[in-house]
């Protein structure tokens, strides 16, 4: 297959949808590929999966308007058009989306797309199809004619949005909206979940059957139920509270890795103040390239003021930017403890991180900033 261009539709299978009963639009399912412009791509992607109930596709708020924002992040998006009921059983969706994830592997290296670093995010019933692909995937067909399915259709990451997860639960359309919480395993992809607790339409408890079947099973996962808002709204635009999940969805994504290919590394060091430990402070390692993530760890006086920051965890080599937030002069606390500042305290300065090499950072008192900031 050729390149695919900027905001050009392909159909998944363009010979025809196994399982297909008619030749219309509805009948071949599709991606629209939507690439991230200029030097921005960072070699993430995500396949998009607008909400509609099974029924229709909020195509705009929940499909396009969604990868052009991932495609300002430096993300490129597929928008997928999946077959719907009451045509087709949502199990026919389920093969669209797999389809869809190996299509999009198979391109990877043609559009500058790591191969994994491929997710997927999907609102309502689209974040049930998410969760039934990234809970019933395989590795491919090596021995396959069609090389699209020799290709896995294992999300990396998923990112559910008010989504269904467990239809018997929810006790509306039990037989399309298969239960995925129970199919949960350790191998199930890293998540992230959003819901609101007004949502009228689906209950966050959806979103929390996933999150709990995830928790039990030590898949990294971040979950955020926000205290208003109706459902179905997309990215939130309108609302400048709601609209934070989309800032915490791209720190998650950061954090999480999926944003770079450099690798982490692990880091010791020590941090003295006027030549000794903090009681307890935060050392935070910012890096100056914007997509790879950050590195902190709490540190006390019983550390000896020492960093030991796993390789998981770990800042990628190279230029850092280090906050270091006095907390405390007292460690371990007492029952009955004086207070020993009078706020917490910044220090910051600039380090260039060396794989292997340990970090030394020896702060003075002056004119620290005080009280707390974010990174």
């Not at 069609?146 to 990451?157: A, G, K, L």
């Not at 969805?249 to 692990?266: E, P, V």
């Not at 060396?354 to 030394?360: D, I, N, S, T």
């Amino acid at each position: 297959m050729n390149q695919p261009a900027h905001d050009e539709e392909i159909l998944l299978w363009p010979l025809g949808a196994p399982l297909a009963t008619g030749t219309g639009v509805i009948d071949q399912p599709a991606i629209s590929v939507h690439l991230a412009q200029g030097g921005s791509a960072n070699g993430c992607a995500v396949l998009v999966c607008p909400g509609g109930g099974y029924r229709t596709l909020a195509a705009d708020h929940e499909g396009l308007q969604v990868a052009r924002w991932f495609n300002r992040l430096g993300i490129t998006a597929f928008v997928l058009r999946y077959r719907l009921g009451e045509k087709y059983h949502s199990d026919v969706s389920l093969l669209d989306g797999k389809r869809a994830i190996r299509l999009i592997r198979s391109l990877a290296e043609s559009l500058g797309i790591s191969e994994c670093r491929i997710g997927m995010l999907g609102f309502s019933a689209g974040g049930h199809l998410t969760a039934a692909v990234g809970t019933d995937y395989d590795n491919g067909d090596p021995a396959h004619d069609d090389p699209i399915e020799r290709c896995s259709c294992r999300p990396d990451f998923l990112v559910l949005s008010y989504a269904v997860t467990n239809g018997p639960v929810r006790g509306r359309k039990a037989d399309e909206y298969t239960p995925t919480d129970t199919r949960v395993t350790a191998a199930t992809p890293p998540s992230f979940i959003m819901h609101t607790h007004e949502d009228s339409i689906v209950s966050a408890e959806q979103s929390l059957l996933f999150y709990s079947a995830l928790l039990s099973v030590g898949v990294a996962a971040e979950l955020h139920v926000f205290g208003y808002g109706e459902h179905g709204l997309g990215l939130c635009t309108g609302d400048p509270t709601l609209l934070e999940w989309t800032k915490l969805l791209h720190r998650w994504l950061r954090q999480s890795g999926f944003l770079t290919d450099c690798a982490r590394t692990a880091l010791t060091g020590q941090v003295t103040l006027d030549g000794k430990a903090m009681g307890m402070a935060w050392v935070t390692f910012i890096p100056a390239d914007p997509t790879t993530p950050i590195a902190r760890q709490k540190i006390n006086r019983g550390m000896a003021g020492g960093i030991e920051i796993p390789e998981v965890s770990g800042p990628v080599p190279g230029p850092h930017h280090v906050e270091v937030h006095h907390l405390s002069e007292r460690y371990p606390h007492e029952a009955l403890s004086p207070y020993t500042l009078n706020d917490s305290c910044c220090y910051e300065t600039d380090v260039i991180i060396r794989e292997g090499e340990p970090v030394r950072l020896e702060l003075e008192s002056g004119s620290p900033t005080p009280g707390t900031r974010q990174p």
